[in-house]
């Protein structure tokens, strides 16, 4: 009996040990940093709202760190290289990266956290604008400075005609251009000739976009609106939207359509590594009516909180709630 305990005593540390080896290894505290946009910006403002709700469901150690950036495409390429391991982005940027770079910008390799906010398109053309070719944009450009009551104009309109943005918005100019096979030549801004430029615009933001406000005073641009049914079935990630702005005491209201702007997250191989993404996006799902209500947080997160009870989602995967 005692040779029994003895052979029993020699083989469970064999045992304990053997398991330990391959059990899994212990995750690390991470710092999850997030790419945003500038710090007086809604991106920023938003992952600091979360910061604030929900860093605390994160594994022990774990910390949420919003940054500072230039935007979406800054955030994406942060993403690739390591720098950020969540990011805010639009989701026409990131739709057009995973078809022009789709090794690096992939649903394997990023996941969505949480939809966000939508920001929407704002397409503004000086007054007497001729456009580049074709009198079929030139004869609907006349009837709309000539007219009070606009309609909105098909998306082909813009077909082979030079567009200017700057920022951000020359991405999502070039992806609506790849999406819709507008062919359109984008051309981007300096910011020493943002205060009155000759040719077409398109702007994206939440509105009311400054920019968009600033050169609308002047007297000078006719705010355009686009129908959205064409978008729908080449492009279902653009969202109907309609923005209105005050104009020489006037608010002017037109439809368009939007993007919504995503919080996504790095994917890692090892599922255990994606915990502290799945536990944001729980709390962030459970915390939306409060993130809504707050007054504290970001005012765009009541159009968070509507377009999640309207259902909204998107092709791209999702981390699992």
């Not at 005692?2 to 540390?13: G, H, M, T, V």
């Not at 330990?20 to 940093?33: D, G």
């Not at 500038?38 to 709700?53: C, H, L, P, T, V």
């Not at 860093?55 to 774990?62: K, M």
Request: proline letters at 5%; one cysteine or more; aromatic letters at 8%.
């Amino acid at each position: 009996m005692l040779s029994k305990r003895i052979l029993l005593a020699c083989f469970l540390p064999v045992v304990i040990l053997s398991t330990n080896l391959h059990a899994a290894p212990k995750l690390k505290p991470q710092t999850i940093k997030v790419g945003t946009g500038s710090k007086s910006g809604n991106y920023y403002a938003m992952a600091e709202d979360i910061r604030n709700y929900c860093e605390e469901d994160l594994t022990q150690g774990s910390v949420f760190l919003p940054q500072t950036s230039d935007g979406s495409v800054d955030n994406i390429l942060g993403m690739g290289n390591k720098q950020f391991s969540a990011a805010v982005v639009q989701e026409d940027v990131l739709q057009y990266f995973s078809k022009t770079q789709p090794r690096k910008v992939n649903t394997n390799r990023m996941k969505i956290i949480s939809g966000l906010h939508m920001e929407s398109v704002h397409l503004l053309v000086p007054k007497g604008y001729k456009g580049d070719q074709g009198n079929g944009l030139k004869n609907m450009l006349g009837s709309l400075f000539n007219n009070k009551t606009q309609k909105a104009i098909s998306i082909g309109m813009l077909k082979g005609q030079t567009i200017g943005s700057w920022g951000g918005s020359v991405v999502s100019a070039k992806a609506l251009s790849f999406f819709m096979q507008l062919n359109l030549n984008v051309v981007e801004i300096p910011e020493k000739d943002r205060s009155a430029p000759n040719i077409p615009l398109l702007l994206v933001g939440g509105h009311p976009y400054k920019p968009v406000q600033k050169l609308l005073e002047t007297g000078r641009y006719v705010l355009i609106p686009i129908d959205y049914a064409e978008l729908k079935d080449k492009a279902p990630f653009y969202l109907k939207s309609s923005i209105s702005y005050k104009n020489s005491g006037k608010i002017t209201s037109v439809s368009t359509f939007g993007v919504r702007a995503l919080l996504i997250g790095k994917s890692f191989r090892r599922e255990s590594r994606n915990t502290n993404m799945i536990n944001l996006a729980k709390c962030i799902q459970d915390s939306l009516v409060d993130l809504a209500d707050d007054p504290d947080t970001n005012p765009a997160w009541s159009s968070v909180y509507e377009l999640e009870e309207d259902g909204e989602q998107t092709s791209w995967s999702y981390f699992p709630l």
